[in-house]
């Protein structure tokens, strides 16, 4: 149980153009849902976080006009890089949340490699 | 400032070997803490947490951390490594919501 999935796990696309990558919890609620993002070899850091129903929080420095988070439904949540450029190439991570698991613990997506080319 | 520190970036063991892998947070109430295993190109993997009770915490693949609060510190352990666990792992702790992870080490294992 517990299982988290991304779409697409790969994306390339041209400078400018704009990518949308879907997180889902796939056997549980998720009321909160995490997108990360990890440069090569090093560590990941908490973009934003996304409540169901809710405006996302996005983190200290990170672009929330550039990086649309929606988080429609207990089981969907979706990262939109608008306008993407070459630094936007990175591997993003969601994650997602089940209460009924406890408050602290996270589920993990395989993660999404998006090259702007 | 609240942090967690893993001091090795790269450990090499030989297969067979036993593994430790250290892990520091600097947090001024008991924390949450988490190891995370994540093999290249792929999300990440929980190999055990500590949230209370008994210190010493069992996780999957054979894996076993220590919670030492005198020393702030929660080690994974392993007693003897497998090829297979070459990966990156990444202790994570909550702090005080968001779950922080550090730098992370990459194992790699040698014939």
């Known amino acids: 149980g517990a299982v988290v999935s991304q779409h697409p796990s790969r994306v390339i696309c041209k400078s400018g153009t704009s990518v949308k990558i879907e997180c889902r919890s796939l056997?549980?609620?998720?009321?909160?849902m995490f997108w990360y993002r990890q440069f090569p070899k090093q560590s990941l850091m908490l973009m934003a976080t996304?409540?169901?129903?809710?405006?996302?929080?996005?983190e200290q420095g990170v672009e929330k006009d550039k990086f649309l988070i929606n988080h429609a439904s207990l089981t969907l949540s979706t990262l939109t890089v608008t306008s993407a450029h070459p630094e936007d190439s990175s591997f993003y991570i969601c994650s997602a949340r089940d209460l009924k698991r406890g408050p602290f613990e996270q589920f993990f997506g395989p993660g999404t490699r998006l090259t702007v080319l | 400032a609240q942090s967690v520190t893993q001091p090795d970036i790269h450990i090499t063991v030989s297969e067979g070997a036993s593994l430790e892998l250290r892990c520091n947070y600097s947090y001024g109430a008991t924390p949450y803490l988490f190891w995370y295993v994540q093999s290249p190109g792929q999300g990440l993997q929980l190999l055990l947490k500590y949230f209370s009770g008994d210190t010493l915490v069992q996780g999957i693949k054979g894996f076993e951390a220590e919670f030492k609060r005198s020393q702030s510190s929660f080690n994974l352990r392993k007693p003897s490594v497998h090829w297979s666990d070459a990966a990156e792992y990444f202790c994570a702790v909550v702090l005080p919501e968001k779950l922080t992870f550090g730098t992370g080490t990459r194992l790699t294992i040698i014939p």
């Open positions: 056997d549980f609620q998720a009321t909160t």
């Open positions: 996304s409540n169901e129903g809710s405006k996302a929080t996005y």
